[in-house]
């Protein structure tokens, strides 16, 4: 017994489930399949348990490991205690802690966010539009939780969230901030309030000022998008679901033109949703037309002519910090219509 009221079982030599382990925390198809992930560290299960993530089975290597968790969680898995040899063997972590748990995939409707998060949560929704890099996804996932998004809505092809690079950089932001993953384009707009304008957030400004070149860098006559010559328009992008389709019915013909303007100009209208795109793929054409059937705008964020373009999460915290500060100062300036929270 471990502490008043907690079993343990401790692995045999040979005990299969370790191996077990691995195949959750490598395979992509297991995850979906089976609905289990991979959690390893105490901040990070420390943060799952508190959550109301379901453990499995959670492998320790000493019983001190199970004291810092909240107990009445650990009754529902089945805790193994097995070698700490075992568990740097296989552990991800530069310094490995000896502790690991399978946990049912969390379901973000099924989740009780932390009451500090919920009480400074902004009417900001962030979509991530092809974003590949484990690193990068669970960097915008913590600056997403940090800023107060209401929810993060992750595109086909992004990476899988429950990644273990993803969740070891997202610091503990999974347990923060609710997830969609896996979303076809049909199907965000149902993700989104209603109302919603959509901003794009440029991270690959072409070095033009905002006001000389007011609309988003649709193909030019060379079939390049202008400013990024490499990129060139392979095909017509595929038609925007009919409710977003202009009266022409020409939604699904052109890379739509956006107004574009500086992030830190005033662009916040409420409700709001921000699309980042990844560094290699960059922002589909159905983030480009759900944002111009909003009459959302580009938000571009100068760099200096040369500089190649923001790294995808730095890009999402500076736009999403900027549009906390003007919800911040127009809730100072006395609007108290909308009712959001004034940092101390």
């Not at 299969?16 to 289990?36: N, P």
């Not at 017509?236 to 022409?248: L, N």
């Not at 574009?260 to 662009?267: D, G, H, N, V």
Request: with cysteine; hydrophobic share 40%; glycine share 10%.
């Amino acid at each position: 017994s471990a502490g008043p009221g907690l079993w343990y079982e401790k692995a045999a030599p040979g005990d299969r489930r370790l191996g077990k382990v691995v195949t959750v925390a490598k395979s992509r198809k297991f995850r979906d399949r089976h609905g289990k992930v991979l959690l390893e560290g105490h901040r990070l299960i420390k943060d799952a348990l508190e959550a109301g993530a379901v453990p499995q089975t959670l492998f320790f290597s000493t019983v001190g490991h199970l004291k810092e968790l909240p107990e009445a969680q650990l009754k529902r898995a089945s805790l193994v205690k097995v070698k700490f040899e075992d568990i740097k063997s296989w552990s991800d972590l530069v310094t490995p802690q000896g502790l690991i748990g399978i946990f049912s995939k969390p379901d973000h409707t099924k989740m009780s966010y932390p009451a500090a998060q919920l009480a400074n949560s902004l009417p900001v929704v962030l979509i991530c539009d092809n974003i590949r890099d484990p690193g990068n996804l669970g960097t915008v996932l913590r600056s997403a939780a940090g800023a107060g998004c209401e929810k993060v809505l992750l595109t086909k092809g992004c990476v899988d969230p429950w990644e273990p690079k993803v969740l070891r950089a997202g610091m503990g932001a999974h347990f923060r901030v609710p997830i969609v993953a896996n979303l076809d384009w049909e199907s965000v707009p149902s993700n989104l309030p209603a109302g919603v304008q959509v901003c794009v957030a440029d991270n690959k400004d072409p070095g033009a000022p905002a006001e000389t070149e007011p609309t988003f860098r649709g193909a030019d006559r060379s079939g390049s998008i202008s400013g990024n010559p490499k990129a060139a328009v392979k095909s017509k992008p595929k038609a925007a679901p009919p409710e977003h389709e202009d009266g022409e019915g020409m939604a699904g013909l052109c890379v739509p033109e956006l107004t574009a303007q500086y992030y830190y100009e005033s662009w916040i209208q409420t409700p709001v949703a921000v699309v980042i795109g990844g560094e290699t793929h960059g922002l589909s054409p159905e983030a480009l037309h759900l944002a111009a059937s909003t009459g959302g705008k580009r938000l571009v964020i100068p760099v200096v002519p040369g500089v190649d373009s923001l790294n995808s999460a730095v890009a999402a915290a500076v736009v999403l910090f900027e549009g906390k500060r003007q919800l911040l100062w127009r809730h100072k300036q006395g609007d108290e219509r909308q009712k959001f929270p004034v940092v101390g």
